[in-house]
């Protein structure tokens, strides 16, 4: 019978799996008939299994539901509730040992008249841990038909502004009286590479100014890794001016970024977009400008592993879009061959062209 804890206002349940071991389990409802309802059904469940080694059906709509309560400590659980929307509107009711590759690929052609490749690529990916998260977790016999199905995206996006463009944005932004941190921001964003919330939310705690650095903790950054930022002279200057305005008018705030009354600054859209317009420049988002931070860094010599920690990208994958910017690395390299040919004896193009 179902019976309640202590510390808690839902009802559990106790009965024998399908393996013969003792099972206590939340019902994770407040009505007692549903808990009823629920331990008759996992009783006859296992059962089914002891007797026949028969497997629960399981469905996408069980799946998906347990998956986002079991999994509300993530950073992306909005982002999951939003994804998990277009994924029941179209497995509703399906049963899990039933979903075929089929199914995903059917999917992916409805959902491609909608959306970009790169965002059905994160439904399924959705899909496929919940999966994953069951079979590790709860045991669930069922397959996974979203492995080796996501579909080929374009490269990722390198809009960039040239030095030119970026003077004309941050001349707009310094005009922004409704704004006046605009600027600031820009030039953070621009000789930092950091991301926008990682800006936004940084605090005086962490800025040391002392070594010209502020350092991002784990549950600051997209990737959850750690990474120091050093300040070079235009971030050091706006962090001067940003003390100064802080002392001048809240000097208990916490924020870099903040406003007069000492408030976190949440946002900068509307007032980057005026800018942007004022300026003339057209197709540019707030993002892009971490990759105009990644741009000039490896045109002006970097090597793409110091731009990669700086950024702070898992892998160096993501930092190779910028290695076009760098043909001269790739001439060098090519130079080398040079002095192979010399050593091993001349050929003339052509020459043996059959083992070209």
């Known amino acids: 019978m179902p019976y309640k804890r202590k510390d808690s206002d839902v009802w559990w349940v106790s009965y024998v799996d399908g393996s013969g071991k003792r099972v206590r389990r939340s019902t994770e409802t407040t009505d007692r008939k549903e808990a009823k309802a629920l331990e008759a059904k996992w009783k006859l469940e296992a059962h089914k299994v002891r007797l026949w080694d028969e497997q629960p059906s399981r469905t996408y709509d069980e799946l998906m539901v347990a998956y986002l309560k079991a999994t509300t400590e993530k950073r992306s659980h909005q982002r999951n509730i939003d994804a998990a929307r277009h994924l029941t509107e179209f497995y509703r009711g399906r049963e899990l040992n039933k979903l075929k590759a089929v199914d ?6 409805q959902r491609q008249s909608e959306v970009s490749n790169a965002t059905i690529n994160r439904e399924l990916c959705l899909l496929s841990s919940a999966i994953n998260y069951a079979r590790s977790e709860w045991d669930w016999d069922i397959p996974n038909p979203v492995t080796g199905r996501k579909l080929r995206e374009p490269e990722g996006r ?14 707009a932004a310094d005009a922004e009286v409704n704004a006046p941190h605009l600027g600031d921001f820009l030039r953070l964003a621009l000789h ?21 650095i502020f350092y991002l903790d784990a549950r600051h950054t997209k990737t959850q890794r750690r990474r120091s930022i050093p300040l070079n002279a235009v971030a050091r200057a706006v962090m001067e001016q940003r003390r100064a305005f802080r002392k001048a008018n809240c000097p208990d705030s916490p924020w870099v970024l903040s406003h007069a009354n000492g408030d976190r600054i949440k946002d900068v859209k509307r007032s ?11 197709d540019f988002r707030i993002h892009d400008l971490r990759h105009t931070c990644g741009s000039w860094l490896v045109s002006a010599g970097a090597a793409l592993s110091e731009v990669k920690d700086l950024l702070g990208h898992t892998t160096v994958r993501m930092t190779e879009r910028y290695a076009h910017l ?23 193009i052509g020459e043996r062209s059959g083992e070209l």
Request: hydrophobic share 35%; aromatic share 4%.
């Open 158 to 171: 390198t809009r960039r502004l040239t030095p030119a463009e970026a003077q004309s944005l941050l001349a």
């Open 326 to 348: 760098a043909p001269e690395n790739v001439r060098a390299a090519v130079s080398m061959l040079e002095n192979v040919a010399s050593r091993s004896g001349h050929v003339e």
């Open 272 to 282: 980057f977009t005026t800018a942007c317009r004022r300026a003339g420049i057209e």
């Open 104 to 109: 995903i690929r059917a999917y992916c052609s």
């Open 192 to 212: 930092t590479g950091c991301r926008k919330q990682e800006l936004l939310g940084l605090e005086w705690s962490r800025v040391d100014m002392e070594r010209s």
